[in-house]
Each structure stands twice: as structure tokens, then as C-alpha cells.
């Protein structure tokens, strides 16, 4: 009698260990898939950024265009926290956070600065303010790319951890 409790507890653990499994692999796939998706939006930026933007007498120069080509950003960065639970946590958007907070700020002076000039003007970025763009754009794309390339073992692992901390 006692070995079929203890047989049934067992089962019922394990089946729940499965269910928790399949739930968590279902939502490590649509992270992986929304990472993937950012870092094919982000290359596009980065690319856009480093040959698009002509850079002379120590600034960035942003045309409307150039500006354009650069501002969808906006809409990963609404993609991303809008599907916060997708994410194992928030803690594993550290970078992406801090380079959307560096883009956000730099592309809304870019777009202030376009705004007040005549047409066919330029807005400006000094160059360095650029490369730390570019250093966190490139800590973004690392950090993502780790998520959409992440395997189904170490994923649930990580999914586990994120979850018992």
C-alpha cells in the first residue's frame, strides 16, 4: 500500500516535472526567436550606422535620411518590453537595456537637433559619444545573440536559475 502512495507521489512529481519542462522550453523557443529577430534588426543598424553616417572634423553627421535609416530602433526597444516574459529575466537584457537607453537619448537629440535646422542641414554626434554607441550596440548584439543561439539544455538550466533566484 505504501509503495503505490509513494509510486503515485513520484509520478505526479515527475509528471509536473515534465509539464514545467515543455512549458519552459515552449518559452525558451519564443525567446530565442525574438532575440534572433533583434539581432537581425540591430546588424541592420549597426551597418547603417558605420556606413551610412559620414563622420567628419570629429562628429557624426545625421541627415534626415541617415536619421531614418537609424530611428527603428524605437521599435525593437517597444518589441523587447513589450515581451519582457519571453526573457528568462530582466537581468539578461542588461546590455540591450543600456544600449537601447544610450540610443533612445542620442537619436531623440539627433531628431531635436534635425528639427530646428533648415532643410538640408545635418545634426551632429561628436565621435566619441558615436563609438560608445557603437560599444553598446555591440554589447547588445552579443548579449542576443547568446540568447538565440543558447541550446535547449543549457537554456532550461538557465530558465531554472533564473527562476529559483
Known amino acids: 500500500m505504501l509503495e503505490n502512495v509513494v509510486a503515485g ?10 509539464r514545467w519542462a515543455f512549458e519552459k522550453a515552449t518559452h525558451l523557443e519564443a525567446s530565442r526567436k525574438l532575440a534572433g529577430l533583434c539581432v537581425l534588426h540591430l546588424e541592420q543598424i549597426k551597418h547603417d550606422l558605420l556606413h551610412h553616417i559620414p563622420r567628419t572634423d570629429g562628429h557624426a553627421r545625421f541627415g534626415e535620411t541617415q536619421y531614418h535609416e537609424v530611428a527603428v530602433g524605437f521599435f525593437l526597444y517597444d518589441l523587447i518590453t513589450a515581451n519582457l516574459e519571453k526573457f528568462p529575466s530582466v537581468r539578461s537584457l542588461d546590455r540591450t537595456m543600456t544600449f537601447f537607453h544610450h540610443y533612445k537619448v542620442n537619436m531623440n537629440t539627433v531628431r531635436a537637433r534635425l528639427d530646428t535646422l533648415v532643410t538640408g542641414a545635418t545634426a551632429t554626434l561628436t565621435n566619441g559619444t558615436f563609438d560608445n554607441l557603437i560599444d553598446y550596440l555591440d554589447g547588445a548584439l552579443s548579449e542576443l545573440r547568446e540568447m538565440r543561439d543558447i541550446g535547449p539544455v543549457k537554456g532550461l538550466w538557465r530558465v531554472a536559475k533564473a527562476s529559483v533566484t
Open 9 to 18: 507521489f513520484i509520478g505526479a512529481a515527475l509528471a509536473l516535472l515534465l
